[in-house]
């Protein structure tokens, strides 16, 4: 976990496009060329990406350590939304408990844990903490330019029927 990069973890500006790569510079698009539908549908489908990259490291993390063979395991769970979006978010499980744990009761098994692998979990616990913020930043950044793409705004009226 340590040693593996992210292209998550090399993006220098707000936007990066899809075109940089590990050895190619993250290029930035001044928000004056964010204009129109098609500007608007550009961004989308970054964030959109970048959504899927979070995703999928949020998998991998949890994959690693569920294969590390400890009482303790980070789980990606997958939450419907009323909005109908999907929220993924990495918790904490127990062996033999069946809900999501808070890093305290994680600790709190660390005397059945080898010693050299209680600074791995911290490592997890943090990147695990970075990884449901930006999952919540480009869900959420995500759900807005696609209102904004369907009503022309962010925010939609509710009429009431009365």
């Known amino acids: 976990m340590t040693d593996r990069t992210s292209d998550l973890d090399r993006r ?3 936007f990066k496009g899809k ?3 590990v050895d ?13 539908p098609a500007g608007f ?6 964030y959109e990406h970048w959504l899927d990259e979070t995703v999928n490291e949020m998998q ?5 350590t569920a294969t590390a063979g400890l009482d303790v395991s980070l789980r990606c769970v997958r939450i419907a939304l009323a909005s109908g979006a999907t929220r993924h978010r990495l918790d ?3 062996r033999g408990e069946p809900h999501a744990v808070a890093w305290a009761r994680v600790k709190v098994c660390f005397n059945r ?6 600074p791995y979990l911290q490592q997890c616990n943090a990147r695990a903490k970075e990884l449901n913020a930006l999952e919540s930043v480009f869900r959420y950044a995500t759900s807005q330019l696609t209102m904004y793409l369907e009503h022309g705004t ?6 009431s029927d009365a």
């Open 12 to 14: 220098r500006k707000a």
């Open 19 to 21: 075109g940089a790569g």
């Open 24 to 36: 190619q510079p993250a290029t930035a698009l001044p928000i004056a060329r964010v204009a129109g």
């Open 41 to 46: 549908r550009v961004l989308l489908r970054s």
């Open 60 to 64: 991998t993390l949890a994959l690693e």
């Open 92 to 94: 904490w499980f127990v």
């Open 113 to 118: 844990i080898p010693a050299p692998l209680r």
């Open 154 to 159: 962010v925010k939609v009226r509710r009429t």
